[in-house]
């Protein structure tokens, strides 16, 4: 009797694991890829400050070759338009942001370079964590956005397979590997 439980033991421990293994798989493939979670624009004492927040997770594609010491480059797109009925829209704000990730083998850390300041990482994660966070004072025009206007605001983060060197741009066409983007995260501004 005895052997008889320990081997269905031994199987519905077995299935038990395969069942948990199962379900984590779509959570695995969720993990890869860019997503907007949050974003504002707000007024302060010093002029207006965009705040952002996104998830991102690279492909294993990705992840290889950022190892073997491929940069990759993401860019963060923002713009705020002032809808018209009569014309068309006024575009107000077209900002980017660039962030080079790389990775340096001999000192094995990872550097996200944002124009000429740059941040040293020991781990994969953080420095991907410091890229999700954006918060940036944007030079704005004197009088470009009126209190009684109602403005349209979308922002996006996204790999720029341009800026890849030219061998990794021809398998970077039509790969869902290589094409990381977010959707654009739209909300409006004012009344």
């Known amino acids: 009797m005895t052997a008889f439980i320990t081997r269905c033991c031994r199987k519905y421990s077995l299935l038990c694991a395969l069942a948990f293994l199962w379900s984590a798989l779509p959570l695995a ?3 890869e890829g860019i997503e907007a979670k949050k974003a504002e624009f707000t007024i302060t004492d010093g002029g207006y400050v965009l ?5 991102v997770g690279l492909t294993h594609t990705l992840d290889e070759a950022l190892n073997k010491g491929v940069a990759l480059y993401f860019v963060v797109d923002f713009e ?3 809808p018209r009925w009569y014309w068309f829209n006024e575009k107000i704000i077209d900002y980017q942001q660039v962030y080079r990730l790389s990775y340096n083998a001999l000192t094995r850390q990872y550097r996200v370079t944002v124009s000429n300041l740059y941040q040293n990482f020991a781990a994969l994660q953080e420095a991907l964590d410091f890229m999700s966070r954006l918060r940036r004072s944007v030079e704005v025009e004197p009088d470009a956005l009126r ?6 605001a979308a922002i996006r983060m996204r790999l720029d397979t341009a800026q890849l060197p030219k061998p990794f741009q021809v ?5 869902r590997e290589w094409n990381l983007s977010s959707d654009w995260h739209r909300w409006t501004i004012g009344q």
């Open 51 to 55: 705040d952002a927040e996104f998830s």
């Open 171 to 175: 398998s970077a066409v039509g790969s």
């Open 80 to 82: 705020l338009v002032r």
């Open 29 to 31: 493939a969720h993990a």
């Open 147 to 152: 209190k009684d206007a109602t403005y349209n």
